[in-house]
């Protein structure tokens, strides 16, 4: 039995609850091999960021070209690209190996609200939406991808079906900026739009939830499931890691990860 292989396209989270680091421990969750690229170092605890040092580009193309040429890889993420140079390297490095599919978490700002993503920058991302297979935007970033306002459902809607006239073939809209209970999800796709409603989780642990959503229908896309089907994996398993995050820090608390880990030690 040959393990599946996922890659994640990153920046390292000193505080483990978002990036490279959350992104490895939903790969493992999901039974999947993890590999790395990282295009930052960011010192960063659950209150907020301190620093960033971003990777040399060259760096960053030798990391891709490293596992591209050893590991078959079954699908591959994106998370903080913080510069158009980065973007540019990660994407000629894509384009290079053609790994599919890639879904693109457009990391814009953190939870603790400090900007990751550099203003110059925005154009640069839209060049990596025509190599998407899905982009998993929140509401502010599905409003900075589109050009639109979105207040409604509709309105998410059409920013979704903008996106994808950028080149996207499907986009996730997430539903945790939004007041409703329970939250929907909307997977926009060229079948028409699929809803994935949950309850709402009222809890400060909530770092690093837009990564682990996008490592997780990555994770589930390398273990050979359809994008409808992963991105229902993923919103289950985000709900079980929110309702049973372990309250760890000061400021906006990292997930658990491994909730049905948790459970079994429960049961001894």
Same mark, same amino acid.
């Given at each position: 039995?040959?393990?599946?292989?996922?890659?994640?396209?990153?920046?390292?989270?000193? &505080?483990?609850?978002? &990036?490279? %680091?959350?992104?490895?421990?939903?790969?493992?969750?999901?039974?999947?091999?993890?590999?790395?690229?990282?295009?930052?170092?960011?010192? !960063?605890?659950?209150?907020?960021?301190?620093?960033? !040092?971003?990777?040399?580009?060259?760096?960053?193309? +030798? %990391?891709?070209?490293?596992?591209?040429?050893?590991?078959?890889? &079954?699908?591959?993420?994106?998370?903080?690209?913080?510069?158009?140079?980065?973007?540019?390297?990660?994407?000629?490095?894509?384009?290079?190996?053609?790994?599919?599919?890639?879904?693109?978490?457009?990391?814009?700002?953190?939870?603790?609200?400090?900007?990751?993503?550099?203003?110059?920058?925005?154009?640069?991302?839209?060049?990596?939406?025509?190599?998407?297979?899905?982009?998993?935007?929140?509401?502010?970033?599905?409003?900075?991808?589109?050009?639109?306002?979105?207040?409604?459902?509709?309105?998410?809607?059409?920013?979704?079906? +903008?996106?994808? %006239?950028?080149?996207?073939? +499907?986009?996730?809209?997430?539903?945790?900026?939004?007041?409703?209970?329970?939250?929907?999800?909307?997977?926009?796709?060229? !079948?028409?739009?699929?809803?994935?409603?949950?309850?709402?989780?009222?809890?400060?642990?909530?770092?690093?939830?837009?990564?682990?959503?996008?490592?997780?229908?990555?994770?589930?896309?390398?273990?050979?499931?359809?994008?409808?089907?992963?991105?229902?994996?993923?919103?289950?398993?985000?709900?079980?890691?929110? +309702?049973?995050?372990?309250?760890?820090?000061?400021?906006?608390?990292?997930?658990?990860?491994?909730?049905?880990? !948790?459970?079994?030690?429960?049961?001894?």
């Amino acid at each position: 039995m040959t393990l599946p292989v996922a890659l994640s396209i990153a920046g390292s989270d000193s &505080g483990a609850g978002a &990036g490279i %680091q959350a992104d490895m421990k939903t790969f493992a969750a999901f039974g999947v091999y993890g590999l790395t690229v990282i295009t930052a170092i960011t010192a !960063q605890n659950t209150a907020g960021v301190r620093a960033v !040092q971003e990777v040399d580009t060259g760096v960053i193309a +030798a %990391q891709l070209d490293a596992v591209a040429d050893d590991f078959a890889i &079954g699908a591959l993420k994106t998370g903080m690209l913080s510069s158009a140079a980065i973007i540019e390297t990660v994407v000629a490095g894509i384009e290079r190996h053609r790994l599919r599919p890639l879904v693109v978490d457009p990391v814009m700002i953190a939870k603790s609200g400090d900007r990751l993503l550099r203003e110059d920058a925005v154009d640069a991302l839209c060049r990596l939406l025509p190599l998407a297979n899905v982009v998993t935007p929140n509401i502010p970033e599905a409003a900075v991808l589109s050009g639109r306002t979105i207040r409604t459902r509709e309105d998410r809607v059409a920013a979704a079906r +903008a996106i994808m %006239q950028l080149g996207a073939q +499907a986009v996730v809209i997430k539903g945790g900026h939004t007041e409703d209970d329970p939250i929907v999800d909307l997977l926009v796709d060229g !079948q028409g739009v699929h809803e994935y409603p949950a309850p709402r989780i009222v809890t400060t642990s909530t770092h690093g939830t837009g990564c682990t959503f996008s490592a997780a229908i990555t994770a589930a896309l390398a273990t050979g499931v359809d994008l409808p089907h992963a991105v229902a994996e993923a919103r289950d398993y985000v709900s079980r890691a929110l +309702a049973s995050a372990p309250g760890l820090g000061h400021g906006h608390g990292p997930l658990n990860h491994f909730p049905a880990i !948790q459970v079994a030690h429960a049961r001894h």
